[in-house]
């Protein structure tokens, strides 16, 4: 078996607003074989400059585009094309775009071998150890606490036992930061669990005074208090914190996961699977669980990486939550025939060979960005 194309198709739905959520557009990374199979990925990045990291034509032998260097390659060799793809963009960044690339490319792998073989991909992975796991809806904050708590109560009126809130307009200030949190908590009642996403706009201290006020309000975590690359205020502010710190999202590859891991900077270490793909997860997963660490996913995207997320989490010994995307965008519910969601607050992993899911073409199509424009 050779793989014969890799096509990336950038999606993105009418009516882009300026937040952050990365379920308004996409970059789907198809990468198809000789006798007719098909792996689908994604990559929450930019999706032009994930298309442009994989078009790119060859320039030396460490700065090459992704396509050309798996052309005729056997897609069942998952880890040496990883190796491969790594080894001829060293020049391209380390980190960043170009592993968010590798990693959309990793997650169509691992999706044509359990095509392949018949069999769901966290079976190829080791095994589920658990055939559910709890969800938590996550969501951005209100535009106050009292919008904050609406919106927690519509999420535990359909089911959801914890919810995470986070992002603008959290920040602001101290006043404005206590009431979307108080609000929360209003809106979820006494015996749902809290989460805070703080989407990284404090330094060190200010973060310690928030974990401290927010503890009143029972939040089982605190997410990106603090820019990504500030490991030393990690390490510092997890040795204080009341609260247990999250953190990881942004991080692609296990070399980017290094700091924090070896710092032992968190609590609980975030993974994106379109940042960083079956291979290198299940790397950082084995390494998390050895300093004794807890594990989840970060998800924010569309069902491609949903299923992907819960095939890995699954296969986690410790994992004890799940992010579940609830933004109402087409892109999340619509791009695939199946919906892949939690159910009265809990979700598990598609059984189908592979990921589990199918692309639903109409929908690719009304949303496929013209390139000619």
Known sequence: MKITQVICQVLRIRNVEAKTASSQDSVLVR????????????????????KAVIDAPFSHNVASGLRRLLIGENPLESDRLWEKMYRHTMYCGRRSTTITAMAAIDLALWDIKGKHFGEPIHRLLGGKKHDRIRAYASILFGKDGDDTARIGERFREQGYSAVKFGWEPMGHSEAVDIDLVKGAR???????????????????????????????????????????????????????SPVPIASGEEECGRYSFRPL???????????????????????????????????????YTSPVTVAA??????????????????????????????????VDGWISPPEGPGLGITINEDFVKSTLVDESR
């Open 309 to 342: 997320s819960i095939h890995w989490l699954s296969t986690c010994k410790d994992a004890f939550i799940f992010e579940d995307c609830v933004e109402d965008s087409p892109l999340r519910h619509e791009l695939t025939h199946e919906r892949v969601q939690a």
């Open 31 to 50: 990468v198809r074989t000789d006798n007719g199979l098909e792996g689908i990925g994604e990559a929450d990045s930019s999706p032009e400059m994930v």
């Open 186 to 240: 209003r809106g979820l009642g006494d015996d749902a669990t809290l989460l805070v996403d703080a989407g990284c706009v404090w330094d060190a201290r200010t973060a310690l005074d928030r974990s401290k006020a927010f503890a009143e309000q029972k939040i089982g975590w605190l997410e990106e208090p603090l820019r990504p690359d500030d490991y030393e205020g990690y390490r510092w502010l997890r040795d204080r």
């Open 261 to 299: 891991i070896d710092g032992r900077c968190l609590d609980i270490y975030q993974v994106d699977l379109s940042r960083n793909g079956f291979s290198e997860a299940n790397y950082i997963r084995q390494r998390v669980e050895e300093i004794g660490a807890r594990l989840c996913n970060h998800c």
